[in-house]
């Protein structure tokens, strides 16, 4: 299930939790909130980047890191060496 993040659309107006932005896992079935759960406060949804891991350069920089580097098959027994 996705997590989504929402605040209150004026912080001044809502309790701790809701002025700061705090976070709810929701089904993709399930209505967006539009109010807060505590306080009651009108919230909005607020866009995030999504959380990727594991790309391949994201795999590439942790090899580099650690001292290693990576190849790429480049033929028939040949590679390359990325970092």
Known sequence: ???YVYEAREPESG???C????????SLKDER???CPDCGA?????IQAPGLTHS???LHYR???AGFHTL???GKGEYEKMY
Request: proline share 6%; charged share 30%.
């Open 19 to 26: 002025a700061h932005g705090f976070e709810i896992m929701q």
């Open 33 to 35: 909130l539009t109010a």
């Open 56 to 58: 391949k350069t994201d």
């Open 15 to 17: 309790c701790a939790k």
């Open 63 to 65: 090899a580099k890191r």
């Open 72 to 74: 790429k098959k480049v």
């Open 42 to 46: 009108p919230v909005i949804r607020v």
């Open 1 to 3: 299930m996705p997590l």
